[in-house]
């Protein structure tokens, strides 16, 4: 049932892909191709990018860090192209955050030098395969593949877009020095071709009165343990998040191009760990590919999404597809809306003790840091938002994450968190708030011993503060 479950999901990106490349090959306005009218394609100048990229990254790791695996030579590469795809031990914020951050040089490369959307995504994948196969000792990472261009391809095109965002009317606006050091860190690339080629440089600065409308929250807050059966050392204290929306949805009069619009949501978590101080940065974000809006108060999109959870308790990556149903009402002083979204988990992963019993990665020194079990899977998601004026806001969310696990593995991965928030404004754009936080996970490994029927529970109360901007 899994294998037959897993052979249909690879199918589904295959016809998946060959749709949107057919979307586009009809409708050119879907390439989002207006950097071009300042900058030419330039291949040879994208392809010595990429590949500077991963000499500069492995450089780093040998020299600096002293990584032997980053010690490669002749014989490495010769062993790397005949072994073939593999796994590998690599801990979860390397293969799901560290790739997909690697992966979005290597678009933005592109995105930056005259490509679309889909035409930068051959240089995530040739950036991707020329690191597996000469940037380390081990053998060709299949996780690495997926996270690298998967996840590259999703973060290049959201760190474009706030990196244009950030730049736009750059002489006119206020702290400059402020924003560039921001664009800096997402998206070093950027900043790179704008020191070396004008056309990059004046696209990214121009004056640009109609900019896509950004709306942001930032907040910090305590964090509260009222239940767990999960491991006692790690202790959340405190969180500081950031949340955004990017662009419009239900505008008929936009001609929408994928990435027009998108949420991201982020957030810190400090905590402690046997009396040592730590936090762990977490990222959940989805983008609608394709819209169809039903009227001006429902429509109908596909997107894709990146989730990146993170903490010692428990870890969920997840590089997925969905269709999704979204809908928004007002009336006077009250707004309500929200989306229903269902689809695949094209690439996915969830902490599990059953890594216990796979063989341990020691090829060449390596280390095996792995906690986590991966494969495809199914999403389903629900959100719902209700404001009503001088009384405050509520957010509820439903997410939950299916994973049919691959490596000899036959077992389901299922997690679900459920959040429900009450913010009340206190003073202009400032609030008060307080989330009820649950995550449940049961495992099912039939056919191991010790795993047939594993759940966890871990509920939290958060209390923050909050301001708009």
Known sequence: MIKKFQFLAKIYIIIFITSIHNIEAQHDSLLLKNINDYNPAKPALISSQVLSSNILINRFDAWVLNKDWAKV???????????????????????????????????????????????????????????????????????????????????????????????????????????????????????????????????????????????????IGTNHVLQSNLDANFQPWGHLKFNLIYGTLFDRKVNYKPFDFFILKSWLDFSHINDKKKFYFNLISHAPLFNNVLSSHSTITISQHFDYIHNPLFKIGSLAISGDYNFKYFEGITAFSGSLKSGFILFGSSNSEVVEVIDIFTEDGGEFLRDYIYGQGIYFEAEAFLAIQKWGRIFGSFNNWIIYSEEHLDGIENSTIIK?????????????GIEYYVYRRHAEYKYIPGFENILNKYKELRISLSHDF
């Open 73 to 219: 030579g002749l014989d490495d590469w010769g062993n790397n192209i005949t072994s073939g795809f593999s796994s590998d031990g690599d801990a979860f914020g390397t293969n799901f955050f560290g790739h997909p951050f690697h992966g979005s040089l290597f678009y933005n490369a592109a995105r930056h030098n005259g490509y679309s959307f889909l035409e930068s995504i051959p240089y995530v994948m040739a950036g991707s395969l020329s690191w597996e196969y000469l940037g380390e000792t081990f053998p060709p990472s299949i996780i690495d593949w997926y996270t690298t261009v998967l996840g590259g391809a999703y973060l290049g095109e959201v760190t474009h877009r706030l990196s244009l965002s950030l730049l736009r009317n750059d002489q006119k606006r206020k702290h400059k020095f402020f924003r560039n050091a921001a664009v800096t860190i997402i998206n070093p690339t950027l900043q790179f071709n704008s020191l070396i080629n004008d056309y990059t440089s004046n696209f990214a600065r121009k004056n640009d009165d109609d900019l896509p409308k950004v709306i942001t929250n930032l907040s």
């Open 420 to 432: 429900l928030e009450y913010q009340y404004p206190i003073f202009k754009d400032l609030l008060i």
